[in-house]
């Protein structure tokens, strides 16, 4: 009975998760606030920066879950166009419009914005 319900309960999270296509970057410049460094800078297209931004959202289409919930304090925050991301720890919340996604992260996933 047991495995069972551990079985369903997987299968539950597993039916949670979606692909979300976030819009890639194009010619959009980058702002990105780190709130614990207090530091705030703009990545411009065609930047290194930029590139990996673009990589990463290119990566990351897979495992998302709608975010029911106010949005935490920034942590790494990043805005371009209609499209926000915050990384806080070791999870990264996606937003456009109303919508809001979150998903797991590894820190050393952004690290290159902490610049």
């Not at 530091?39 to 590139?51: D, F, I, K, Q, V």
């Not at 959202?57 to 975010?67: A, D, E, V």
């Not at 935490?72 to 990264?92: Q, T």
Request: one cysteine or more; hydrophobic letters at 40%.
């Amino acid at each position: 009975m047991r495995s069972s319900l551990v079985a369903l309960g997987l299968m539950f999270l597993v039916a949670c998760t979606q692909n979300v296509t976030l819009p890639l970057l194009g010619s959009t410049p980058v702002e990105v606030n780190v709130r614990e460094a207090q530091r705030h800078y703009t990545l411009a297209p065609g930047s290194e920066g930029h590139l990996l931004l673009e990589r990463w959202l290119q990566r990351n289409k897979s495992g998302w879950s709608l975010y029911y919930v106010t949005a935490p304090m920034c942590g790494v925050c990043v805005h371009a166009g209609d499209l926000g991301l915050n990384f806080l720890g070791g999870s990264v919340i996606a937003y456009r419009g109303s919508a809001m996604w979150t998903k797991a992260v590894e820190p050393s996933d952004y690290e290159f914005l902490k610049r």
